[in-house]
């Protein structure tokens, strides 16, 4: 079309659901990329480029505060018993929130960040400081480390974290949190993979690399078919598409791109596909929706942008947001796919 569509915006104020009781103290009060600090706030905003964004978005919807009162909000994680895992950055601590909003730490962790369940339903959690990937029994509030090195070196930072079509955990290591998070020693801490990588790992526990190429990768999904990964870089503002099959990536290309945009904090982070295909990124402002086909359908903009999501409640459809030190649920008009 030579004729470009308007951007059509929608604003409403945010509604709120009953709060849970108020957090501890945090313990490190700087985080890994995008300036991790609580931005200035936007207004919530319905910010649609093409007249597909109706499509998953009603023009009417409002988001609910499910909690707040955390530090740094990131990796939420619906569990089909009717609640949410949320990790704390600053607070270093996953919580689970029941639905009428309260609160309870499982576990406390060195800044723990990405969330998923592997193929036994069990927690499993990028943990920041320790360098590795964990599996969590939040019952117990302990913890087992199930990767932590690659040839003979540490990890640099696990970042996100997936299940794949074939069973396997696929996870993003960058270097955006080392030495500037203080406290605990992390911040003496320096690279020692000679690149940031996104990696496999295998029910076996084998530990493969599948590229390198990336300067700090971060989100990571895959398509409801299992046949593309999508991997974005928040320094390079970039999604990128790879083809998927037997274990193995191939075919890297630019999806997207999501420059910064003026008062607007945020950049690729958080990913997330749903059925029909389309790929929710973490951005400027907030959740940018894509179409298959790599067309920027339209923002959802929060009040203090948004690092990272996921799909949970009945059938899928409400968007659990992790945005600064608030938690909020948005309903959609499509269903999230969900790996696990």
Known sequence: MKRLLAMVIIGFSVGHAPLGAQSTSPVNPQMRGNGRSQSPTLPFQLQARNRGFWKVMSPKIKPRVLATGFG?????????????????????????IDANGSKTAVISLGIPDGNTYNQQHQLIDCAT???????????????????????????DAPNDIVQGPDGALYFTDDTLALGRAPGEGFGTMQPTQPSTGVYRLAPDGHLSLLTKGMTQPNGIAFSPDGKLLYVNDTVEHNIRVFDFHDGAISNGRIFGIEPPERGKPGAPDGMKTDQRGDVWVSGPGGIWVWSPAGQHLGTIQFPHGATNFGWGGPGFKTLYVAAGHTVYMLPTQVEGFVPY
């Open 72 to 96: 740094f909000t990131e990796g939420p994680l619906w569990d089909r018993r009717g609640f949410l895992y949320v990790s704390d950055e600053i607070q270093n601590k996953v919580y689970r």
């Open 129 to 155: 400081v320790l360098r590795a990937v964990i599996l969590i029994n939040p019952d117990k509030g302990t913890y087992k480390v199930l990767a932590d090195r690659y040839e003979g070196k540490p990890l």
